[in-house]
């Protein structure tokens, strides 16, 4: 072999063990796409931020969407009466090895959220906009998030931190942007306001770390000033979750 071919080869190695040293992802992107119309897909519903006896009128379920998407179609339908002034109401998916999540592997989380909103925009409401005051945040944790009740206030709160404000975010979960829909509320019936549907995309702002048993938990919620009748259609889910600098467990 020649003296040329041997620096070469001693280069690229070289080049390959200082990538590792700085800690270069050893491991592909994630790609995982949810379609509700396929039914729930391992999401889970729940509510926080209100207290223990008030009349939320919550609801959720896989419903049809409403006919003027004429999609056919099915969505996750999450519902509440914000008489707290503070509602969060989110989905939430457990994703482990089976998805390709590797332990104590750091990722940084995107996503893609089409979800039906009938919140118009420019409308009033009490304490907010029924849109422009509705905040949806999505992001990703280690541990799984919870609603749990404190017993010093009768108030069910989250486990994990989606922000303290409506439209703040947290290391749980990031500021995506409202749910208004696009439509004026002056030349709608707002009696029976129609639902449009949205696409947002949203890097989440927190890099987010697989736990030692290579779980990894993904959020989607919304966050409500507005004190009135919320009802939004989760369509459907896209996450792509890139490796960042790999920290191998001890």
């Not at 304490?127 to 009740?149: D, H, M, N, R, W």
Request: glycine fraction near 12%; charge should be negative; proline fraction near 6%.
């Amino acid at each position: 072999m020649s003296r040329s071919l041997l620096i070469a080869g001693s280069l690229v190695l070289l080049a390959g063990l200082i990538a590792c040293a700085e800690g270069a992802p050893t491991s592909p992107p994630i790609q995982l796409s949810f379609d509700f119309c396929q039914g729930a897909q391992g999401w889970e519903a729940g509510f926080a931020e209100y207290s223990l006896g008030m009349d939320m009128q919550l609801e959720t379920d896989i419903r049809p969407l409403p006919s003027e998407l004429e999609t056919g179609c099915s969505g996750y339908y999450l519902r509440g009466m914000n008489r707290s002034d503070d509602l969060f109401m989110f989905l939430k998916r457990r994703l482990g090895s089976d998805d390709g999540i590797v332990p104590g592997q750091e990722y940084r989380v995107e996503f893609t959220i089409v979800l039906a909103s009938n919140a118009p925009s420019g409308a009033v409401g009490i304490g907010g906009a029924p849109g422009e005051s509705v905040f949806l945040k999505a992001g990703a944790s280690t541990i799984q998030p919870e609603a749990y009740l404190d017993p010093a206030t009768d108030y069910y709160l989250m486990n994990v931190d989606k922000g303290l404000d409506n439209s703040g975010g947290g290391e749980a979960a990031s500021l995506v942007g409202h749910i208004a829909n696009g439509l004026s509320a002056n030349e709608i019936d707002m009696e029976n306001p129609p639902y449009v549907s949205l696409q947002r995309s949203h890097v989440h702002t927190n890099i987010v770390a697989a736990s030692p048993d290579g779980e990894l938990w993904l959020l989607v919620g919304t966050d409500s000033g507005f004190e009135g009748l919320t009802g939004i259609y989760y369509q459907s889910i896209a996450v792509t979750l890139k490796p960042v600098e790999y920290r191998p467990l001890s």
